[in-house]
T-cell receptor
Framework: ETGVTQSPTHLIKTRGQQVTLRCSSQ?????VSWYQQALGQGPQFIFQ???????GRGNFPPRFSGLQFPNYSSELNVNALELDDSALYLC????????????FGPGTRLTVT | DQQVKQNSPSLSVQEGRISILNCDYT??????FLWYKKYPAEGPTFLIS?????DKNEDGRFTVFLNKSAKHLSLHIVPSQPGDSAVYFC?????????FGTGTRLKVLA
């Protein structure tokens, strides 16, 4: 069984640029959630995708957007990057929408300069 | 407004002794709680969970206690091992998301 994978591992971008982060869910999981973890904080929920549609959203502006593909993999897009977007971005997959135990990938470390 | 709080940023414990990590929450509607462990450069790993219909759940060296009236849960690790050194996050189940605390860094001293 393949776990959750994320790419890239690290990324450095300039303020104002756009970034796309990718996630492959664990085998058998159809739901993907994205979290942002700033330094010294716990993961903060961005949004969840189920059956290729956004299923719920946290307190993040519209410049954070996402996609889920038929194979349940997902992308997180962030436009007009700001310095405060520097964080670890975690993807988590779960077997069902709503909630069940979520399994996290290793994360993408984004640095905005 | 932090709905899930871990007030101790760090904890050091001697190998073989008990580690107790604490977590408080504010929303009485939360009915499912989880603990995750996170090593550097890795994503959080699920450790143990508890439903609000229980007040205790055990899995090997790990036990989680839930006190609903106090809106408090704790994770006990007995005996603590150096490999347990990590950041521990408490999380509460929301409608479609987990709400995480800020984490407690546990250091188990050999």
């Amino acid at each position: 069984e393949t776990g959750v994978t994320q790419s890239p591992t690290h990324l450095i971008k300039t303020r104002g640029q756009q970034v796309t982060l990718r996630c492959s869910s664990q085998s058998g999981h159809n739901t993907v959630s994205w979290y942002q973890q700033a330094l010294g904080q716990g993961p903060q929920f961005i949004f969840q995708y189920y059956r290729e549609e956004e299923n719920g959203r946290g307190n993040f502006p519209p410049r954070f957007s996402g996609l889920q593909f038929p194979n349940y993999s997902s992308e997180l897009n962030v436009n007009a990057l700001e310095l405060d977007d520097s964080a670890l971005y975690l993807c988590a997959s779960s077997r069902y929408e709503g909630i069940s135990e979520q399994y996290f990938g290793p994360g993408t470390r984004l640095t905005v300069t | 407004d932090q709905q899930v709080k871990q007030n101790s940023p760090s904890l050091s414990v001697q190998e073989g002794r008990i580690s107790i990590l604490n977590c408080d929450y504010t929303n009485s509607m939360f009915d499912y709680f989880l603990w995750y462990k996170k090593y550097p450069a890795e994503g959080p790993t699920f450790l143990i969970s508890i439903s609000s219909i229980k007040d205790k759940n055990e899995d090997g060296r790990f036990t989680v206690f839930l006190n609903k009236s106090a809106k408090h849960l704790s994770l006990h690790i007995v005996p603590s091992q150096p490999g347990d050194s990590a950041v521990y996050f408490c999380a509460a189940k929301g409608t479609y998301k987990y709400i995480f605390g800020t984490g407690t860094r546990l250091k188990v001293l050999a």
